[in-house]
Every structure is written in structure tokens, then in C-alpha cells.
């Protein structure tokens, strides 16, 4: 679950004017500020945002260019307004909520701006610095590179059942098999095969020791992304889920693999799916569950919101707007199954819920809290995937579990908060009798399984571990001790 992301600037500079045409001039101007700038803005709590600016010219020798804040995997966000006024440079990026303001004076060797970031009556110091030449991609050590010591395979799987066919990955040990293997099932949002995200490739670090630890993998593209045939934004968790069953048929085709030993694991939503898939389907030997929710997509989206908008240091009355605006949503949805009639209502509820606050605080927050907060909000809320997710309670499909089950949280998930989930999962097996369900919460790991500070999606991009080793080494060696050479199966 992505966290949006709303950055637009401002910068203030003073250039001298050549001797031209004032069109030419204006571009003689300009050309002393293209190029990437970037910068580190405190957001609360200890975290830092980067920003970056990248200032162009377009044929007419006007500027141009885009916002990126690479930390939250938005890039490219075009700048609405570019241009400068009385020797102010303004950069404006109207497509975001909010179009906060950087307002700064670049240096005298035009290397630096010591500016200032405005939004919502606040502001914030920021320090821009303009790169030299494109920036460094990030520093990802684990990350897998060829020669890999075990054989790699580009293959494409049809879901019959939705009339598609999915392309991933699969990748088996060297050796003679069959061995175990394993679908990998990504968390929300379009996710390619490597569930990429903010410049970590988890799902390729995973399948990559597993692989290496004698176990096969099969990732695959989310129906449609990269390769895969299908609409995305039109399924749900139903839907996906369909689409696991189909890569776990598929994996127990393949001569390679042990067709009794194939089993599905899931991050974050990719964990309520593969419950689902196992009540489908009597080719899933195991589940694997990584951060995954135990109680229902509202109680989950409360609770993470409240604790991401705490570590960014939020004001009190965003957090309770946030917590305000989800109920009167949900309610809207229970009650309206017709999304166009629910449409108009959400809207309302939304802009209710606005109305509550302070006088003060609504005049300080101007645009931001205005309609294309409003419109953004609605879409999102009344789409189909997210009224299904909204509702969906995965406990009882994970007390009619009845295959081994190992369930990881990370001590430090803001979005999936283990002293939320990870007692409801505990009971769920407790009260089916399960023989054979593991539940663990890793010390100091975030929502992707990194060694973190604070747990905030802020980090994710900062933090150059893709995955900690206790978290891989505690899937790969649970799935060895039950299904691994000479391991001994038992019924469902």
C-alpha cells in the first residue's frame, strides 16, 4: 500500500540578463538553472523526503520539467507551470494536492539553493543541490546478478478461468530434482514479478535464495503489467487470486519441481490471496504469509494510517480527519453495493467530514484539503478492488486452513501492525486446531522485511537492505524442513 505524495515548489533566484531580445534573454536566464536539483526535506518524526526537480528547456526556450520524490516511488510528476517573474523562479507541479511552494535563493556559484518549503501555513527549510549529470541509481548490494548458479526461465501460464495468460519468471536449482517450489504473490498495487518498489526488487532477492537453497520459484507479472495479459484495475482479491491457483498449476506441471510440494507465498495482500487460492484448489501443499492482514481492510487501513501519519509528525486533527473520512466512507460502501449511486454520497461524507475542522486549520491548509483531494479520495475509495478490500475479513478463510502455514510479521510494520494482525491469526488457527501453523513477529524488520529504524514507508527507499537474512533464512529453511528432500508430507 503506497503512500500518496504531494511535493510541488517554488525556488527564488536572481540571474543576470545578457544583451538579446527578451525572449532570448529569458532563455540565456534559464539555461542557468536546467539540470536535476535535489534535496533532503525533514517530514516529522525523524524522517527525510527526498526531492528532486529536473528543470529543462522546451523548443521555445521556455522552462520546463518534472517533480520526482523517488522515497515514495513517484517520479516524473510533471510541472504544471514553469517560468520566472521579476528574476523568481517558480516551479509548479498543479497535478498534486496541495501544490506546496519552495521558495530559495541560488547560491553565487549557482550550485546550491538555501530555500524554504511551504504548504498548509507550514514551512520547512530545504537545502537544494543541483546534481551532476543524472542521479546514481540507489545502492541495492543484494539485488541478484548474473552468472546466477542456478538456471532461469522467462515462461508464460494461462488462467484459464479468466481467459489471460501471465508471464514470469521461474527459476530452479541445478541438480537432479523434483524439488519443492513456490509461487510468489505480490502485495497491492500493480506489481511486476519482482514486486518493485521504490528501487528494491524484493520478490528477485526472495526467489533468488530460495532458488539457491534448493527450492523452485515461479514469480510472475500481476494480470495487467509488464507482460501479463488483463485489466488490473477491474479485479480484485478474487480475481488475483485465480491467477495464483493458475501459477501454482502451472509450477506443478513442470517435470522439475515435486507436484506434492508446491506451495503459495504471499506479501502483504498477496497474504489475504493465498488463503483464498488454498480453498480453490487442491494442487497448494503450503502457504507462506509475509506481513499479511488478520483482520478486515478497514480495521487494517485505521490503524495504518494512524501510525504512518504519527511517525511523520501530522497534526492531530489530520490523523482523526484520515480515521473520520475511512468509517464514513466504509459505511457509505456497506450500505450502497452500486458504485455510481455510492459515487455522490462518499462525496458528500468527504466533504462533511472536511467541515468539521477548525476554521483555523482549514484556512491554513487552503488547496489541500480542496476538490482534487476530494476527487482523488472518492476514486480511490469507491474503486472496485477497494471496496472489496475494504469489507474482506480473512479469518475465516484462515481457520478453514489445513495445510502447514507459516505466518512472518515484521516488529516494526506501520502497515500491516503485527500487535494487530498477528493475534488474530493465532486464534484463527487456535480455534481450527491447526497442527502446523507458525506465527513469528522478526525484531526491527518494516513491512518489507528490512532492518529499520522506525518503520515508516519513508525508509523504505533510504535503507539499502532489500531483505534481512533472518527474514529469508526463516522462509527458506521452514519450507526445506517440511518439504525438502526426504521431508515427509502430510494429508490436508
Do not use: C
Not at 507551470?81 to 523568481?88: K, R, W
Not at 500481476?222 to 482479491?237: H, I, K, L, N
Not at 495482500?269 to 503450503?286: N, R
Not at 507462506?288 to 478497514?298: D, E, F, I, K, N
Amino acid at each position: 500500500m503506497r503512500i500518496p505524495i504531494s511535493r510541488t515548489t517554488k525556488l527564488l533566484l536572481a540571474l543576470a540578463v545578457g544583451l538579446s531580445t527578451p525572449v532570448q534573454a529569458q532563455a540565456q536566464e534559464n539555461e542557468a538553472v536546467i539540470g536535476s536539483w535535489e534535496g533532503k526535506l525533514d517530514v516529522g518524526g525523524g524522517n527525510q523526503l527526498t526531492l528532486r526537480f529536473n528543470v529543462a528547456l522546451d523548443e521555445d526556450g521556455a522552462l520546463t520539467g518534472t517533480m520526482d520524490s523517488p522515497d515514495q516511488g513517484a517520479n516524473g510528476l510533471p510541472l504544471t507551470s514553469a517560468s520566472f517573474e521579476d528574476g523568481v523562479l517558480t516551479l509548479v507541479a498543479g497535478g498534486v494536492p496541495g501544490s506546496p511552494t519552495v521558495t530559495g535563493a541560488l547560491s553565487e556559484n549557482g550550485t546550491t539553493f538555501s530555500a524554504t518549503f511551504s504548504q498548509g501555513g507550514g514551512s520547512i527549510p530545504l537545502e537544494l543541490v543541483k546534481l551532476d549529470g543524472p542521479p546514481p541509481p540507489p545502492s541495492r548490494p543484494q539485488e541478484p546478478k548474473p552468472p546466477y548458479p542456478y538456471q532461469v526461465e522467462d515462461v508464460t501460464f494461462p488462467n484459464e478461468s479468466a481467459d489471460i495468460r501471465l508471464a514470469g519468471t521461474i527459476t530452479f536449482p541445478e541438480g537432479a530434482g523434483p524439488f519443492p517450489g513456490v509461487v510468489l504473490v505480490s502485495g497491492s498495487g500493480p506489481q511486476d514479478r519482482d514486486e518493485a518498489l521504490m528501487g528494491h526488487k524484493p520478490f528477485h532477492v526472495l526467489a533468488d535464495h530460495l532458488t539457491r537453497q534448493g527450492i523452485v520459484v515461479l514469480r510472475f507479472d500481476d494480470r495487467g503489467v509488464g507482460d501479463s495479459e488483463g485489466e488490473f484495475s477491474t479485479a480484485t482479491s478474487e480475481d488475483f487470486a485465480t491467477d495464483a491457483i493458475a501459477a501454482a498449476s502451472y509450477l506443478v506441471s513442470r517435470p522439475e519441481v515435486a507436484d506434492e510440494r508446491v506451495g503459495v507465498a504471499g506479501h502483504s495482500e498477496g497474504g489475504l490471496i493465498a488463503p483464498m487460492a488454498l480453498g480453490l484448489s487442491d494442487e497448494i501443499a503450503y502457504i507462506v504469509l509475509l506481513a499479511s492482514p488478520g483482520v478486515s481492510g478497514q480495521d487494517i487501513l485505521r490503524e495504518q494510517q494512524k501510525l504512518i501519519a504519527t511517525a511523520a509528525g501530522a497534526d492531530p486533527q489530520v490523523i482523526d480527519l484520515n480515521a473520520r473520512v475511512l468509517d464514513a466512507a466504509a459505511k457509505v460502501i456497506a450500505d450502497e453495493s452500486d458504485p455510481d449511486v455510492a459515487e455522490p454520497i462518499i462525496r458528500e461524507a468527504i466533504r462533511a467530514e472536511i467541515d468539521k475542522l477548525s476554521p483555523e486549520f482549514r484556512a491554513a491548509a487552503g488547496d489541500a484539503l480542496g476538490e482534487t483531494l476530494v476527487d482523488q479520495t472518492v476514486t480511490q475509495m469507491n474503486s472496485v478492488w477497494f471496496r472489496f478490500f475494504l469489507g474482506y475479513d480473512p479469518r475465516p478463510a484462515l481457520e478453514a486452513v489445513t495445510v502447514p502455514v507459516l505466518a512472518l510479521f515484521g516488529e516494526k510494520d506501520l502497515q500491516v501492525p503485527p500487535s494487530q494482525s498477528a493475534p488474530e491469526m493465532e486464534a484463527a488457527f487456535e480455534r481450527a486446531g491447526h497442527s502446523d501453523a507458525t506465527v513469528l513477529v522478526l525484531p526491527g524488520l518494516n513491512h518489507l522485511f528490512q532492518e529499520a529504524e522506525t518503520g515508516s514507508p519513508s525508509e523504505y527507499a533510504q535503507i539499502e537492505q532489500t531483505m534481512s537474512p533472518t527474514a529469508l533464512q526463516a522462509i527458506s529453511s521452514w519450507i526445506q524442513e517440511r518439504f525438502g528432500a526426504g521431508a515427509t508430507i502430510r494429508e490436508r
